[in-house]
C-alpha cells in the first residue's frame, strides 16, 4: 500500500540566478537513479553517465514539461519491457535557472550540456538546473544535501500522485503526454508562444520540432562515421540507398564534410557564454573528424597498395597430363627457356579506382617462352574427342603462347576446357559454333598445347634457378604424334 509524498529541505547553497514569483512552466525529467549528483553553488549538477559509443556523440539532456514522459515505441522511460519499475527518481526544475533550451517542444524540450576536461583527459558532461530543483525519489534513494526532495513509498502510481503534487504546487495543472504533445493541444504554436515570451534573443537558435530533424540529432549520427572507417579496414564499396555500391572512402569524406558544416554551424550559433560552457564538445568532435579523415586516407592507402602488389610468383595450378603424354613432351629447343629480361605486356585500359582517379590494372608478368618459327609443338590426337580432320579443312596453326597466355590470364587459371575455349575463340576469330569441323580440329589442338603449357610451365618454376635456364636439346615431333602446319 502506497503512502503519500513527505517533504524534506536541507539548506540551499546561495548562489545561482535570481528567480521571483511562479514558474512560467516546470521541467520534468525521469530516470532510474540519480547517479551521484551533486549540488554546488549553482544548485543541482545532474551529470550525464551514459557510457556507450552513442553515448559520446549525445550532448543534449532531455525533458518534458509539466508532464511525465510517456512510454512510446522509441522508448521506455517508467517500466521495462517485462513490466518491472524503472523511473523512480523524477527531477523537477525551475527553465528559468537554466541555459536557454536548443530545443522546445511539450514533450520534448533538450538543453545541451556543460563540458569541461575531465582528470582522465576526457570530457565531463552534466547541466546544473538550478536552486530550486525537486527530486522526487523513493526512500532507498541516496539524494545530495542542499536539494529538496520529495519522497514516496510504492510504485508508479505513488511516484506520480507526487510529481502531480509538486506541480500543483506551483500553480501548474499536470498534462497528459501524448506521442509528439500535450492531449489537445497544438505543440508547434505553444513552442512559438513560448519563446516569443520566454526567449525573445533566442529565437533562431532553437528548434522546434521533434529532435529527429534537429542539428544535434545530426550531431549524434556521427557514430555512423566512426563505424564506417572500422568497416573500410575490410570492406572497400558502401550499399547505399537502393543497394548502389559506392566508394567507402568517399561516402566517409562526404559525410565527414557534413559534419563539419553541422558542427560549425552550432558552434556559431552559441553566445559567448554558451562557447565557455558547452563549446568543447562540439570543438573536441571537430577534432575527431580530422583523425577519421587521416585514418580514413591510410586504409585507403592500404587498399591502394594490396590491389597494386604484383601477383605472387607462383606456379599455375594445373592438372597433370596422362602418364603416357608426360612421356612424349619434348623439352624446349635451346635458348628458348630464359624469360625476357625486360618489357611486360599491359593488360586492359585504366579504370575507375574506389578510392577516386584513374588507376591502371597491374601488369601481366613476362610472356612464357615460345619456340623459335619453324619448330611445331607436337599433338596427341585422341580420336574420342579430335576426330580426323576432314580434307579441305585448314588445319589449325601452331599455338603462340604469347596468345596461350592471354588466354590463361583472362580464363583466370581455371580448368584445361576454360583455357581451350578461350584460346579457341582467340585463334578462330569466330562463335564456336561458326565452323564446327575446324572449331573441332581447333579445340583438340589447344586441349594438348594447354596441358603441355601448364605441364612446362610447372616443370620450370619448380627447378632450381641455374636449370631453369640451362639449355634442352631440341627434339623432333615423334612419329606417333601429327604435328600441325603453319
Known amino acids: 500500500m502506497s503512502q503519500g509524498p513527505t517533504h524534506h529541505a536541507t539548506a540551499v547553497p546561495h548562489a545561482g540566478p535570481t528567480v521571483s514569483g511562479?514558474?512560467?512552466?516546470?521541467?520534468?525529467?525521469?530516470?532510474?537513479?540519480?547517479?551521484?549528483?551533486?549540488?554546488?553553488?549553482?544548485?543541482?549538477?545532474?551529470?550525464?553517465?551514459?557510457?556507450?559509443?552513442?553515448?559520446?556523440?549525445?550532448?543534449?539532456?532531455?525533458?518534458?514539461?509539466?508532464?511525465?514522459?510517456?512510454?512510446?515505441?522509441?522508448?521506455?522511460f517508467n517500466e521495462r519491457a517485462d513490466g518491472s519499475f524503472k523511473g523512480r527518481v523524477v527531477i523537477l526544475a525551475d527553465p528559468r535557472e537554466l541555459p536557454t533550451p536548443a530545443g522546445l517542444?511539450?514533450?520534448?524540450?533538450?538543453?545541451?550540456?556543460?563540458?569541461?576536461?575531465?582528470?582522465d583527459g576526457g570530457l565531463d558532461r552534466g547541466l546544473h538546473v538550478g536552486r530550486h530543483a525537486v527530486v522526487v525519489a523513493p526512500e532507498d534513494e541516496p539524494v545530495p544535501d542542499g536539494v529538496r526532495v520529495v519522497r514516496y513509498?510504492?510504485?508508479?502510481?505513488?511516484?506520480?500522485?507526487?510529481?502531480?503534487?509538486?506541480?500543483?504546487?506551483?500553480?501548474?495543472?499536470p498534462e497528459v503526454a501524448g506521442m509528439w504533445g500535450w492531449a489537445g493541444s497544438d505543440p508547434t504554436q505553444w513552442a512559438k508562444d513560448t519563446i516569443a515570451a520566454h526567449y525573445p534573443d533566442g529565437a533562431s537558435r532553437i528548434h522546434i520540432g521533434a529532435h529527429d530533424a534537429s542539428l544535434d540529432n545530426r550531431i549524434e549520427e556521427g557514430i555512423r562515421i566512426e563505424d564506417m572507417v572500422g568497416r573500410f579496414r575490410t570492406e572497400r564499396l558502401?550499399?547505399?540507398?537502393?543497394?548502389?555500391?559506392?566508394?567507402?572512402?568517399?561516402?566517409?569524406?562526404?559525410?565527414?564534410?557534413?559534419?563539419?558544416?553541422v558542427l560549425q554551424t552550432v558552434l556559431d550559433?552559441?553566445?559567448?557564454?554558451?562557447?565557455?560552457?558547452?563549446?568543447?564538445?562540439?570543438?573536441?568532435?571537430?577534432?575527431?573528424?580530422?583523425?577519421?579523415?587521416?585514418?580514413?586516407?591510410r586504409i585507403a592507402r592500404e587498399w591502394e597498395a594490396k590491389l597494386d602488389a604484383p601477383a605472387p610468383a607462383t606456379p599455375l595450378a594445373f592438372t597433370a597430363?596422362?602418364?603416357?603424354?608426360?612421356?612424349?613432351?619434348?623439352?624446349?629447343?635451346?635458348?628458348?627457356?630464359?624469360?625476357?629480361?625486360?618489357?611486360?605486356?599491359?593488360?586492359?585500359l585504366p579504370v575507375p579506382s574506389p578510392f577516386g582517379g584513374l588507376r591502371a590494372l597491374r601488369q601481366l608478368p613476362p610472356p612464357v617462352p615460345q619456340a623459335p618459327p619453324g619448330v611445331a609443338l607436337p599433338s596427341a590426337r585422341n580420336p574420342a574427342i579430335d576426330p580426323a580432320i576432314p580434307p579441305g579443312?585448314?588445319?589449325?596453326?601452331?599455338?603462340?603462347?604469347?596468345?596461350?597466355?592471354?588466354?590463361?590470364?583472362?580464363?583466370?587459371?581455371?580448368?584445361?576446357?576454360?583455357?581451350?575455349?578461350r584460346y579457341?575463340?582467340?585463334?578462330?576469330?569466330?562463335?564456336?559454333?561458326?565452323?564446327?569441323?575446324?572449331?573441332?580440329?581447333?579445340?583438340?589442338?589447344?586441349?594438348?598445347?594447354?596441358?603441355?603449357?601448364?605441364?612446362?610451365?610447372?616443370?620450370?618454376?619448380?627447378?632450381p634457378p641455374a636449370e631453369r635456364n640451362a639449355a634442352a636439346p631440341v627434339q623432333t615431333a615423334s612419329p606417333s604424334h601429327d604435328a600441325p602446319t603453319p
Open 424 to 463: 579457341m575463340a582467340l585463334l578462330a576469330g569466330k562463335p564456336l559454333d561458326a565452323t564446327k569441323p575446324r572449331a573441332e580440329a581447333i579445340h583438340a589442338a589447344v586441349h594438348e598445347a594447354v596441358l603441355m603449357a601448364k605441364h612446362h610451365d610447372a616443370r620450370r618454376l619448380a627447378a
Open 238 to 261: 558502401h550499399t547505399g540507398p537502393g543497394g548502389v555500391e559506392l566508394p567507402m572512402l568517399d561516402t566517409i569524406r562526404a559525410r565527414i564534410e557534413a559534419q563539419r558544416t
Open 393 to 421: 579443312t585448314a588445319a589449325p596453326r601452331p599455338v603462340d603462347m604469347d596468345e596461350l597466355l592471354i588466354a590463361l590470364d583472362q580464363a583466370g587459371q581455371g580448368t584445361t576446357s576454360e583455357v581451350a575455349d
Open 105 to 119: 517542444g511539450q514533450v520534448d524540450t533538450w538543453y545541451r550540456m556543460d563540458a569541461t576536461s575531465g582528470d
Open 321 to 348: 597430363p596422362p602418364a603416357d603424354l608426360q612421356a612424349k613432351l619434348p623439352p624446349l629447343p635451346p635458348g628458348t627457356v630464359a624469360a625476357p629480361a625486360a618489357g611486360t605486356r599491359p593488360f586492359g
Open 153 to 173: 513509498a510504492g510504485g508508479i502510481e505513488a511516484r506520480d500522485a507526487a510529481v502531480h503534487a509538486v506541480l500543483r504546487e506551483q500553480g501548474i495543472t
Open 269 to 297: 550559433s552559441l553566445s559567448a557564454e554558451e562557447v565557455v560552457r558547452t563549446g568543447q564538445f562540439y570543438t573536441e568532435h571537430r577534432d575527431a573528424l580530422d583523425r577519421l579523415a587521416r585514418e580514413a586516407d
Open 22 to 76: 511562479p514558474p512560467p512552466f516546470l521541467l520534468v525529467r525521469v530516470q532510474s537513479r540519480l547517479h551521484n549528483a551533486t549540488v554546488d553553488a549553482a544548485g543541482l549538477h545532474l551529470p550525464y553517465v551514459r557510457q556507450s559509443e552513442f553515448g559520446r556523440y549525445r550532448n543534449t539532456m532531455h525533458w518534458t514539461v509539466n508532464t511525465l514522459v510517456a512510454d512510446h515505441a522509441y522508448g521506455r
